[in-house]
């Protein structure tokens, strides 16, 4: 099981480090990228290391600095902190390689205390959850498996609305990657050609007039190939493969963005 909890060095200069080579369109040295972080070049050097270690493949040249190559797949805790951009989701970060569901693991993180915003993350669920109690099936290094803590001090009577937030935010992430694919989103899940993509789960501990906290769990077919689900996946859909680790940080940072607009009643 990996967690999330890495050095604040590595969350803060490697994470600063992606954003900036993601926005470039080609090498940028290593003094400049010191020199805009305010950093010494030793430590651009180090988080380059750290990054390439946590899978980030990144080009060095000689007098011309380092280029992004290309960003892992697996939502693992570390390549997950250096491309986040989030105030609440994400500032704890659990993966696991396999758990029964993220929702499961999200609900027990719950009832312990975990803070509003904590995310569970998994590369493979052997009991994953779909709604009205059917299986979501969950190969693993194929699909997205993602679920969030959160504490709305909501009744349960409107705890659905969290599910809505949710499944608005997964079809604005995906809309990012692929904004002129026709997908649609309607009953908490995402859909092509009226196949289904992906969808939301909220599981809720409460009492009828206060919710205590809340899983809302998250899944997305990325890129499975099988017909034997019957649904679609992104790769099926578009015939371009996505990081799922992009994805997840995608679908995060739109849920979070939902969320705190909601609970401003904007």
């Known amino acids: 099981m990996g967690t999330g909890h890495c050095s604040g060095g590595f969350v803060q200069t490697a994470g600063a480090v992606v954003q900036i080579l993601k926005k470039a ?12 972080l305010g950093v ?6 180090k988080s380059i290391n750290s990054l390439r270690k946590a899978g980030f493949s990144v080009s060095a040249s000689t007098n011309r600095g380092y280029k992004l190559v290309s960003v892992p797949d697996t939502p693992s805790a570390p390549v997950m902190y250096s491309l986040i951009n989030t105030t609440v989701f994400g500032h704890s970060i659990e993966y696991h ?13 719950g009832a312990q205390g975990a803070a509003c915003g904590t995310v569970i993350t998994a590369d493979r669920q052997t009991a994953g959850k779909a709604r009205k109690g059917e299986i979501w099936p969950s190969p693993p290094g194929k699909n997205l498996y993602l679920s969030v803590v959160v504490r709305p001090e909501i009744s349960l009577a409107v705890s659905g609305e969290v599910a809505g937030l949710a499944a608005q935010a997964l079809g604005t992430a995906v809309g990012r990657f692929f904004p002129e694919a026709p997908f649609s989103t309607r009953d908490y899940g995402l859909f092509f050609d009226a196949k289904k993509l992906g969808g939301v789960l909220c599981e809720v501990r409460g009492e009828i007039g206060l919710v205590h906290y809340m899983a809302a769990g998250i899944g997305l077919n990325v890129s499975h190939t099988s017909t034997e689900f019957h649904s679609t996946s992104l790769f099926l859909a578009t015939g371009k493969m996505i990081s799922r680790a992009e994805l997840t940080v995608a679908v995060l940072e739109e849920f979070e963005k939902n969320y705190l607009k909601w609970q401003r009643n904007e």
């Not at 390689?97 to 993180?109: C, G, H, I």
């Open 40 to 45: 010494s070049r030793a430590s651009i050097w």
């Open 97 to 109: 390689p396999v758990v029964t569901s993220t929702n499961d693991r999200a609900m027990e993180l």
């Open 25 to 36: 369109e080609s090498y940028v040295s290593g003094e400049h990228i010191a020199r805009e």
